[in-house]
Protein backbone atom coordinates (compact mmCIF):
# COMPACT_ATOMS: atom_id res chain seq x y z
CA UNK A 1 0.00 0.00 0.00
CA UNK A 2 1.64 3.37 -1.04
CA UNK A 3 -0.04 5.55 1.88
CA UNK A 4 1.44 2.76 4.54
CA UNK A 5 5.02 3.63 3.18
CA UNK A 6 4.17 7.05 3.79
CA UNK A 7 3.57 6.27 7.62
CA UNK A 8 6.44 3.76 8.07
CA UNK A 9 8.71 6.77 7.45
CA UNK A 10 7.34 8.88 10.09
CA UNK A 11 7.07 6.17 12.57
CA UNK A 12 10.62 5.78 11.74
CA UNK A 13 11.07 9.43 12.47
CA UNK A 14 9.27 8.73 15.93
CA UNK A 15 11.26 5.94 16.64
CA UNK A 16 14.97 7.49 15.92
CA UNK A 17 17.33 9.22 17.62
CA UNK A 18 17.15 12.51 16.15
CA UNK A 19 14.98 15.53 15.93
CA UNK A 20 13.45 16.55 12.81
CA UNK A 21 11.80 19.71 11.33
CA UNK A 22 8.74 19.04 9.45
CA UNK A 23 8.41 21.13 6.18
CA UNK A 24 4.91 23.84 6.34
CA UNK A 25 2.68 22.47 3.45
CA UNK A 26 -1.03 23.38 2.65
CA UNK A 27 -1.38 22.65 -1.16
CA UNK A 28 0.01 20.12 -3.90
CA UNK A 29 2.60 23.07 -4.80
CA UNK A 30 4.31 23.58 -1.16
CA UNK A 31 4.36 20.24 -0.42
CA UNK A 32 5.72 18.98 -3.98
CA UNK A 33 8.58 21.93 -2.71
CA UNK A 34 9.05 20.29 0.78
CA UNK A 35 9.33 16.78 -1.08
CA UNK A 36 11.89 18.27 -3.47
CA UNK A 37 13.66 20.34 -0.79
CA UNK A 38 14.46 17.11 1.24
CA UNK A 39 12.19 17.14 4.07
CA UNK A 40 11.51 14.02 5.80
CA UNK A 41 8.13 15.33 6.66
CA UNK A 42 5.28 17.61 6.02
CA UNK A 43 3.34 19.17 8.69
CA UNK A 44 -0.66 20.62 7.33
CA UNK A 45 -1.77 22.70 9.70
CA UNK A 46 -5.07 23.62 11.37
CA UNK A 47 -4.56 27.00 10.87
CA UNK A 48 -2.48 26.82 6.94
CA UNK A 49 -6.17 24.91 6.19
CA UNK A 50 -8.13 27.34 6.85
CA UNK A 51 -6.53 30.00 5.50
CA UNK A 52 -5.58 28.13 2.14
CA UNK A 53 -9.18 26.50 1.63
CA UNK A 54 -11.28 29.43 3.28
CA UNK A 55 -9.30 32.44 3.42
CA UNK A 56 -10.74 32.94 7.42
CA UNK A 57 -8.60 32.76 10.32
CA UNK A 58 -7.94 29.41 12.63
CA UNK A 59 -11.36 29.73 14.32
CA UNK A 60 -12.62 26.13 13.54
CA UNK A 61 -14.83 27.00 10.21
CA UNK A 62 -12.88 24.69 8.57
CA UNK A 63 -15.28 21.43 8.17
CA UNK A 64 -13.75 18.05 8.28
CA UNK A 65 -14.59 17.51 4.52
CA UNK A 66 -12.76 20.10 3.58
CA UNK A 67 -9.62 19.58 5.37
CA UNK A 68 -9.96 15.90 3.92
CA UNK A 69 -10.00 16.70 0.33
CA UNK A 70 -6.84 19.28 0.92
CA UNK A 71 -4.90 16.22 2.37
CA UNK A 72 -6.27 13.99 -1.04
CA UNK A 73 -4.77 16.63 -3.07
CA UNK A 74 -1.36 17.05 -1.46
CA UNK A 75 -1.22 12.95 -1.03
CA UNK A 76 -1.76 12.58 -4.90
CA UNK A 77 0.52 15.59 -5.98
CA UNK A 78 3.67 14.26 -3.74
CA UNK A 79 4.84 11.02 -1.40
CA UNK A 80 5.92 13.28 1.33
CA UNK A 81 4.48 11.81 4.45
CA UNK A 82 2.10 14.43 6.35
CA UNK A 83 1.35 14.88 9.80
CA UNK A 84 -2.54 16.75 10.06
CA UNK A 85 -3.45 18.63 12.66
CA UNK A 86 -6.86 17.34 13.12
CA UNK A 87 -8.07 19.80 15.85
CA UNK A 88 -10.27 18.56 18.13
CA UNK A 89 -11.42 15.98 15.90
CA UNK A 90 -14.48 17.88 14.81
CA UNK A 91 -16.97 17.18 17.07
CA UNK A 92 -17.29 14.39 20.10
CA UNK A 93 -15.51 11.35 20.23
CA UNK A 94 -18.00 9.73 17.53
CA UNK A 95 -17.41 12.35 15.19
CA UNK A 96 -13.37 11.65 16.00
CA UNK A 97 -13.83 8.19 14.66
CA UNK A 98 -15.15 9.35 11.14
CA UNK A 99 -12.16 12.20 11.43
CA UNK A 100 -9.53 9.14 11.66
CA UNK A 101 -11.09 7.35 8.57
CA UNK A 102 -11.64 10.04 6.63
CA UNK A 103 -8.06 11.58 7.00
CA UNK A 104 -6.85 7.60 6.99
CA UNK A 105 -8.43 7.63 3.80
CA UNK A 106 -7.26 10.70 2.25
CA UNK A 107 -3.58 9.57 2.82
CA UNK A 108 -1.97 10.93 6.18
CA UNK A 109 0.83 9.83 7.58
CA UNK A 110 -0.85 10.75 11.05
CA UNK A 111 -2.85 13.01 12.63
CA UNK A 112 -3.18 14.78 15.88
CA UNK A 113 -6.42 15.01 18.39
CA UNK A 114 -6.17 17.73 21.09
CA UNK A 115 -8.09 18.44 24.00
CA UNK A 116 -9.07 22.00 23.33
CA UNK A 117 -12.67 22.58 23.59
CA UNK A 118 -13.69 24.02 19.75
CA UNK A 119 -15.15 25.83 18.92
CA UNK A 120 -15.15 28.62 21.70
CA UNK A 121 -17.57 28.19 23.88
CA UNK A 122 -20.63 31.43 23.88
CA UNK A 123 -19.33 34.41 26.06
CA UNK A 124 -15.26 32.64 26.34
CA UNK A 125 -12.87 34.80 25.55
CA UNK A 126 -10.24 32.63 26.84
CA UNK A 127 -9.13 29.19 25.09
CA UNK A 128 -10.69 26.09 26.94
CA UNK A 129 -9.88 22.56 27.83
CA UNK A 130 -12.38 19.53 27.31
CA UNK A 131 -12.13 17.32 30.77
CA UNK A 132 -9.63 14.93 31.26
CA UNK A 133 -11.90 12.07 30.87
CA UNK A 134 -13.48 13.32 27.58
CA UNK A 135 -10.10 14.00 26.08
CA UNK A 136 -9.09 10.05 26.80
CA UNK A 137 -12.52 9.05 25.21
CA UNK A 138 -11.31 11.09 22.03
CA UNK A 139 -8.09 9.12 21.80
CA UNK A 140 -9.68 5.68 22.31
CA UNK A 141 -12.04 6.43 19.85
CA UNK A 142 -8.98 8.06 17.10
CA UNK A 143 -7.33 4.37 17.53
CA UNK A 144 -10.50 2.27 17.67
CA UNK A 145 -11.45 3.96 14.28
CA UNK A 146 -7.73 3.40 12.71
CA UNK A 147 -7.93 0.93 9.91
CA UNK A 148 -4.59 0.94 8.82
CA UNK A 149 -1.87 -0.11 11.82
CA UNK A 150 0.60 1.94 11.01
CA UNK A 151 -1.50 5.33 10.98
CA UNK A 152 0.01 7.14 13.36
CA UNK A 153 -2.21 8.60 16.26
CA UNK A 154 -0.69 11.53 18.40
CA UNK A 155 -2.76 12.85 21.36
CA UNK A 156 -2.24 16.57 21.90
CA UNK A 157 -2.74 19.20 24.93
CA UNK A 158 -2.22 22.69 25.15
CA UNK A 159 -2.83 22.64 29.14
CA UNK A 160 0.69 23.73 29.65
CA UNK A 161 -0.26 27.45 28.65
CA UNK A 162 -4.15 27.03 29.43
CA UNK A 163 -3.66 25.59 33.05
CA UNK A 164 -0.21 24.25 34.27
CA UNK A 165 2.36 21.95 33.18
CA UNK A 166 0.95 19.50 35.92
CA UNK A 167 -1.93 19.55 34.10
CA UNK A 168 -0.37 18.64 31.12
CA UNK A 169 1.46 15.91 32.33
CA UNK A 170 -1.30 14.53 33.69
CA UNK A 171 -3.45 14.76 30.61
CA UNK A 172 -0.23 13.25 28.87
CA UNK A 173 0.24 10.59 30.83
CA UNK A 174 -3.33 9.47 30.49
CA UNK A 175 -3.58 9.21 27.28
CA UNK A 176 -0.03 7.60 26.44
CA UNK A 177 -1.97 4.61 28.86
CA UNK A 178 -4.62 4.61 26.24
CA UNK A 179 -2.19 3.58 23.93
CA UNK A 180 -1.34 6.36 21.42
CA UNK A 181 1.65 6.77 19.29
CA UNK A 182 3.40 10.08 20.68
CA UNK A 183 2.30 13.21 22.49
CA UNK A 184 2.20 16.14 21.64
CA UNK A 185 2.74 19.58 23.46
CA UNK A 186 2.04 23.42 23.03
CA UNK A 187 2.35 26.07 24.93
CA UNK A 188 5.75 24.65 26.75
CA UNK A 189 7.62 27.55 27.79
CA UNK A 190 11.01 26.79 29.48
CA UNK A 191 13.51 23.53 29.55
CA UNK A 192 12.07 23.49 33.18
CA UNK A 193 8.85 22.33 31.52
CA UNK A 194 9.64 20.55 29.00
CA UNK A 195 11.93 18.36 31.34
CA UNK A 196 9.22 17.82 33.95
CA UNK A 197 7.20 16.17 30.73
CA UNK A 198 10.17 14.03 29.70
CA UNK A 199 10.94 12.58 33.38
CA UNK A 200 6.95 11.93 33.58
CA UNK A 201 6.04 10.18 30.24
CA UNK A 202 7.63 7.34 27.57
CA UNK A 203 6.14 7.97 24.12
CA UNK A 204 8.48 10.28 21.32
CA UNK A 205 7.09 13.60 21.93
CA UNK A 206 6.24 16.58 19.03
CA UNK A 207 6.67 20.37 20.54
CA UNK A 208 4.58 23.03 18.61
CA UNK A 209 5.88 26.63 18.77
CA UNK A 210 8.94 27.12 21.36
CA UNK A 211 10.79 29.55 22.71
CA UNK A 212 14.23 30.03 21.46
CA UNK A 213 15.31 28.43 24.48
CA UNK A 214 13.79 25.78 22.93
CA UNK A 215 14.99 25.81 19.92
CA UNK A 216 18.37 24.40 19.64
CA UNK A 217 18.32 20.62 17.70
CA UNK A 218 20.87 18.68 19.84
CA UNK A 219 19.13 19.82 23.26
CA UNK A 220 15.41 18.94 21.49
CA UNK A 221 17.04 15.43 20.56
CA UNK A 222 18.62 14.76 23.71
CA UNK A 223 14.85 15.22 25.57
CA UNK A 224 13.21 12.50 23.30
CA UNK A 225 11.94 15.47 20.76
CA UNK A 226 11.27 13.54 17.46
CA UNK A 227 9.48 16.83 15.84
CA UNK A 228 9.39 20.32 16.18
CA UNK A 229 7.44 22.70 14.23
CA UNK A 230 9.00 25.85 13.16
CA UNK A 231 5.70 27.68 12.32
CA UNK A 232 4.39 28.29 9.18
CA UNK A 233 6.40 30.67 7.28
CA UNK A 234 5.92 29.30 3.36
CA UNK A 235 2.11 30.83 3.50
CA UNK A 236 2.67 33.98 4.85
CA UNK A 237 5.67 34.23 2.47
CA UNK A 238 3.29 33.54 -0.44
CA UNK A 239 0.47 35.27 0.53
CA UNK A 240 3.01 38.62 0.51
CA UNK A 241 4.57 37.58 -2.79
CA UNK A 242 1.31 37.25 -4.72
CA UNK A 243 -0.09 40.67 -2.55
CA UNK A 244 3.10 42.31 -4.42
CA UNK A 245 2.63 40.86 -7.69
CA UNK A 246 -1.03 41.85 -7.50
CA UNK A 247 -0.51 45.26 -6.72
CA UNK A 248 2.38 45.86 -8.87
CA UNK A 249 0.20 44.94 -11.96
CA UNK A 250 -2.56 46.64 -10.69
CA UNK A 251 -0.30 49.64 -10.56
CA UNK A 252 0.64 49.82 -14.33
CA UNK A 253 3.51 47.27 -13.92
CA UNK A 254 4.39 45.15 -17.04
CA UNK A 255 4.16 41.86 -16.09
CA UNK A 256 7.80 41.19 -18.16
CA UNK A 257 8.99 43.94 -15.34
CA UNK A 258 7.87 41.82 -12.57
CA UNK A 259 10.14 41.03 -9.85
CA UNK A 260 10.44 37.77 -7.94
CA UNK A 261 8.86 35.49 -10.32
CA UNK A 262 10.00 31.59 -10.32
CA UNK A 263 12.28 30.62 -13.23
CA UNK A 264 10.85 28.51 -16.20
CA UNK A 265 12.87 25.35 -14.88
CA UNK A 266 11.66 25.74 -11.05
CA UNK A 267 7.94 25.78 -12.76
CA UNK A 268 8.44 22.85 -14.79
CA UNK A 269 9.81 21.06 -11.85
CA UNK A 270 7.02 21.90 -9.64
CA UNK A 271 4.64 20.81 -12.54
CA UNK A 272 6.42 17.54 -13.48
CA UNK A 273 6.36 18.60 -16.57
CA UNK A 274 9.20 16.05 -18.15
CA UNK A 275 6.90 12.84 -16.34
CA UNK A 276 3.53 14.39 -18.01
CA UNK A 277 5.90 14.58 -21.30
CA UNK A 278 6.94 11.30 -20.82
CA UNK A 279 2.92 9.98 -20.35
CA UNK A 280 2.23 11.78 -23.12
CA UNK A 281 4.49 10.04 -25.31
CA UNK A 282 3.60 7.17 -23.83
CA UNK A 283 -0.14 6.94 -23.53
CA UNK A 284 -1.06 9.68 -26.35
CA UNK A 285 1.22 9.13 -29.28
CA UNK A 286 3.14 12.71 -28.76
CA UNK A 287 6.49 12.96 -29.71
CA UNK A 288 8.86 13.70 -26.84
Do not use: W
Request: net charge neutral.
Amino acid sequence: MAFRSRREKLRSILSGSACVHPGSVYDAISIRIAEDLGFPLGMFGGSVASLAVLGDPDVTLITLTELAEQMRRMSRAASLPVLVDADHGYGNALNVRRTVQELETAGAAGLTIEDTLLPAAFGEAKTQLISLEEGVGKMKAALDARGDSSLVIMGRTGAASMSSIEDAIRRARAYEAVGVDALFFTGIRSRAELEAVVAATRLPIVLGGVPDELSAIDYLTSQRVRIALQGHAPIAAATQAVYDVQKALREGTLPKALKGLPSVELTNRIMREAQVKARSADLLGLKK
